[in-house]
């Protein structure tokens, strides 16, 4: 008998025993966001967190605020699409 399992289903038991998996899922997210936005727009993130499935963004620029006011629906189908679940349903650029 061989206790062979892939890195993923290691990694989705280990998941399954968080006693917090909202918070884990969260930081993901969060983990994820310069990859989504890319380094420009990451490097002008001032401050990000997620609360009740709410992402809230700081930024450096009102400008950019403004013009990523546009991208929220794609923001949010792109966070939750790589963390896979639904984490975020709404974005707050503050």
């Known amino acids: 008998m061989t206790n062979e399992q892939t890195l993923q289903e290691a990694m989705e038991g280990w ?3 968080l006693k917090n998996k909202t918070e884990y899922y969260n930081n993901l997210a969060i983990s ?4 989504i936005v890319g380094p ?3 490097r002008e993130t001032e401050h990000i967190y997620i609360r009740n499935k709410v992402l809230f963004v700081k930024f450096r620029s009102q400008a950019l605020k403004h ?3 546009y991208a929220k629906k794609k923001l949010i189908s792109s966070i939750n699409k790589e963390t896979g679940r639904e984490v975020i349903n709404q974005i ?3």
Do not use: R
């Open 92 to 94: 707050n650029f503050i």
């Open 32 to 35: 994820l966001w310069e990859g």
């Open 67 to 69: 013009e990523l006011e």
């Open 40 to 42: 420009v727009i990451a």
């Open 15 to 17: 998941i399954n025993q």
